[in-house]
C-alpha cells in the first residue's frame, strides 16, 4: 500500500496531506513517498507569498506509522544506506524550509512518521496524539534522525523513554 503526499494551498498557507491509497489505512513512508514529498518541498521552497505549510494525515487515527513494512523488507546490505540518505535528506529539506512548518499530530506517530513530525517546526498534537519509536522492539535503531531531534525537543530523560 503506498501513501501519496497530496498539496493544497489556499491563499497563503500549503497543506500537505500523507494520503493512504487505502482509506482508513495508516500513511507509511516508502522510497516513492519520500520522492513525492522532496519534489512538493522544492516546489514549496521556490513558491513566493507562502507564509506557512502545514503536514497532516488524511486517515483518522494515524499520523504515519513510519516504514513502509513492504519497503523495508527490500532493504539489504546494499540498500540500506540510501534508504538512510534519502530519508535524511528530505526530511532535513523540510526542516530547511524558510517559512515555518506546522505538523497536526492526530492519533499514532510513530518511527519514520515521528521524525518525520520532528523535521518541522512545530508540533501541534490533539489529544489523541501518541508518541512513539518502537525500533529498539525492531532491533533497529532510527534511522532518519530521531536520534538527534528528539532529544533536542524533549530533553535526554524522555527521549530515552520514547525510545
Known sequence: MQTHIIVETDADIASLSLTPETPGKPPTL????LDELAAHIAKLRVRSGLRAVCLRSASS???????NINALKLLNAETIVPWVERGHAVFNELASLPLPVIVRVEGYCLGGGLELALACDLIV???SARFGQPEAGLGVIPGWGATWRLPQRVGVANAKALF
Open 30 to 33: 516508502d522510497f516513492e513517498a
Open 61 to 67: 487515527g494515524y499520523f504515519c506509522v513510519g516504514a
Open 125 to 127: 498534537a490533539t489529544q
